[in-house]
């Protein structure tokens, strides 16, 4: 599975910005996928991830309740919509894979190129 992230951007805090994952492969629909993302100077952390069908989605409690994963396995592509945008969500997102049908959480299996989103005050 090849996987590239795009969408980012700059946008105000308050805002909101959609990110979107491409992958290639027809094992994409029975993978699991996730988003990750790394600030300046931190660890890359977990964001979201989304089961195999889009039954079920695990969200990181930064996030919760902003943040919303979905995927169209027709289209072979995975989103992350992303509101109320803090300062502090300002990082490179990552679009990652797991060759498991659910999230078993880890750093995932395939990683793509990222995506950077910047937030101003």
């Known amino acids: 599975v090849q996987l590239q992230a795009s969408g980012g951007g700059l946008v105000q805090a308050g805002g909101s910005l959609k990110l979107s994952c491409a992958a290639s492969?027809?094992?994409?629909?029975?993978?699991?996928m996730g988003w990750f993302r790394q600030a300046p100077g931190k660890e890359r952390e977990f964001v979201a991830a989304i089961s195999y069908s889009g039954g079920s989605t695990y969200s990181a409690n930064s996030v919760k309740g902003r943040f919303t994963i979905s995927r169209d396995n027709a289209k072979n592509m995975m989103y992350l919509q992303m509101n109320s945008l803090k300062v502090e969500d300002t990082a490179v997102y990552y679009c990652a894979a797991w060759r498991s049908a659910g999230y078993r959480g880890g750093r995932g299996d395939y990683w793509g190129q990222g995506t950077e989103v910047t937030v101003s005050s």
């Open positions: 492969g027809r094992t994409f629909s029975t993978y699991a």
